[in-house]
């Protein structure tokens, strides 16, 4: 039984910031690290109860605050099988993070037992991990404190990526069932992914050195790491890779910043020839560019990622021979036009579009057999559902090209990272595609051109007065703004604009595209003048 006394004690050394509203939004909680060791230490707590909750299966915390900058923290939960915190309790971990009181913490945790009618008594399992940020081992120190006084059996996995951690975390409540998903130790992801690669590539020549943008984060040495096991198939060059001087991490670097501001971090020195791919600060979202002849940048996003993807999927499922498996590609409104009428009308493809957040993208995409998700910031996976995996591990192949597009899908399966995006798992992933074709960047870049587009974030007095319809297309508040937006996008060709609340930060996001650089740029200053 839990010891309220206790807990009352240790939560007096991790007293809640008075006045601070803390929210578990998409991304869990993130804010500047400072205000988060409360929060942290509460999030232990529900760890731990979760796990009760769950018959005692393993919990994921992940301390990270992803592409923020380094003052940033954030902690989420993790669910057994390496999905995101299942979203009821998105709202008894706000509630908990919001009690004033130590007092208020433990009516707090008793609403909750009676609420989810777990029983406090069980036995509790709790792994966590953090990326590199400076404030990560007093935030670990604080987990640490909840699950001592919980009780609960507590697993450092260390200095991880995300991705890693959602591995982790699925191994280890699937192992020695037949779900098992891999060793639940980081040499087991390595070994997983490598192997997959290697069963993908053996037979093909190679690429020129991949240039790999670490963000100055936790990737630069797990990419390191991966290259020991992939280096035979693959040269991989790490910059950005400075971990230990300050204010480095996300700065003028990584995926968001290349993504954003739609060019190479300052000091890659991007020349014509050159391959070159940004992971982010925790290495689950990546994207990759390179120059043309004329030198100029070129992006290939998420979406361009998915498109590659969807394409290289559809065939080796033809060329097998496996039929009644269902394809289908999950965007958010953030997709380039362009790349929704690629998948659509070349593909021929089924696309569905869900609100931001990967926990939308991945619910969407296990209604299909297999599911391919991105986020145009570069954050995706592809799913394949049991139905999936049982027709290509009994299909048989009549012909060595059935039988070679068989073994391709079911290593696919492995290389692949099914519990969520991740930037190391993409990166092979699409580098074995490279290989396959043997096609250089550019002509994978061939498949369609991105309609220009602008992303601005508007500082405003209220966000929440902003709510959306229509996977966030669609403004219903404040009344008559929409009617407004149309009318200003109508005369631009190929325009499309829409304007959500972020979920992450607090400003409204813009977006805008059209059929010109200049168009697509007037077209979310105007929209923008309007939200302002
Ligand atoms: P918000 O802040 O809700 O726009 C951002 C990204 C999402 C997702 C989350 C979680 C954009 C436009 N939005 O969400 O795609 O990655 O962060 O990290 O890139
Ligand atoms: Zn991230």
Not at 83 to 108: C, P, R, Y
Not at 190 to 208: C, I, M, N, T, Y
Not at 318 to 328: E, L, N
Not at 471 to 477: M, S
């Amino acid at each position: 039984p839990i010891d309220y006394n206790k807990v009352k004690l240790v939560s007096a050394k991790h007293p809640k910031p008075p006045g601070v509203k803390f929210t578990y939004g998409t991304a869990g909680f993130r804010m500047k690290a400072e205000l988060l060791d409360s929060v942290t230490f509460r999030v232990g707590i529900l760890a731990s109860l979760r796990s009760k909750k769950l018959d005692s299966k393993t919990i994921g915390v992940m301390i990270t605050a992803s592409h923020n900058p380094e003052e940033d923290n954030g902690v989420k939960l993790v669910d057994p099988y390496g999905e995101m915190l299942e979203q009821s309790w998105e709202e008894h971990a706000t509630k908990l993070a919001n009690a004033e009181s130590d007092d208020d913490l433990v009516n707090v945790i008793q609403d909750i037992i009676v609420n989810t009618g777990l029983d406090g008594s069980k036995d509790s399992s709790v792994v966590y991990a953090r990326d590199t940020r400076p404030s990560g081992p007093a935030l670990v120190a604080a987990v640490e404190d909840a699950l001592k006084v919980l009780g609960a059996k507590a697993l450092d996995f260390g200095v991880k990526t995300t991705p890693e951690l959602h591995y982790v975390t699925r191994c280890l409540n699937t192992a020695g069932t037949k779900d098992a998903y891999g060793e639940p130790t980081e040499e087991g992801y390595f070994k997983k992914l490598g192997d997959a690669f290697r069963e993908l590539v053996e037979q093909k020549p190679h690429l020129s050195a991949l240039t790999v943008d670490a963000a100055n984060g936790v990737g630069a040495p797990k990419v390191r790491q991966l290259s020991e096991v992939v280096g035979k198939f693959i040269d991989l060059r790490v910059v950005n890779d400075d971990i230990y001087t300050k204010g480095k991490l996300n700065f003028q670097c990584g995926a968001d910043f290349v993504k954003t501001q739609q060019r190479a971090p300052p000091g890659m020195n991007l020349v014509s020839g050159m391959r070159a791919c940004s992971l982010d600060g925790d290495a689950d979202r990546i994207v990759y560019y390179y120059a043309d002849e004329d030198g100029k940048f070129r992006l290939l996003d998420g979406d361009k990622i998915a498109g590659l993807a969807a394409s290289f999927i559809i065939d080796l499922v033809r060329t097998a021979g496996i039929g009644d498996i269902k394809i289908g590609v999950v965007q958010t409104a953030y997709a380039n036009g362009s790349s929704t009428a690629y998948l659509t009308n070349v593909l021929k493809v089924p696309v569905s579009c869900v609100p931001t957040g990967v926990k939308h993208l991945h619910h969407e995409a296990e209604k299909y057999d297999v599911g391919v998700y991105f986020e145009a910031n570069g954050h995706g996976t592809v799913l394949f559902s049991s139905h999936a995996i049982n027709s290509i591990r009994s299909a048989k192949g009549g012909t060595p090209e059935q039988v070679t597009a068989i073994n391709q899908l079911s290593a696919l399966t492995n290389l692949i990272n099914q519990t969520v995006g991740d930037a190391i798992s993409d990166m092979l992933f699409v580098e074995s595609i490279l290989m396959n074709k043997q096609i250089t960047l550019r002509q994978w870049d061939e498949a369609y051109t991105d309609l220009p587009n602008r992303l601005v974030k508007v500082v405003v007095a209220d966000r929440h007065i902003f709510k959306t319809t229509d996977a966030e297309r669609k403004l219903v508040e404040p009344k008559g703004l929409q009617d407004k937006i149309n009318a200003i996008v109508a005369p631009y060709t190929e325009g499309r604009s829409f304007v959500r609340p972020s979920g992450t930060e607090d400003v409204v996001r813009v977006y805008a595209e059209a059929a010109t650089r200049q168009d697509c740029d007037e077209l979310a200053f105007k929209i923008a003048g309007l939200v302002f």
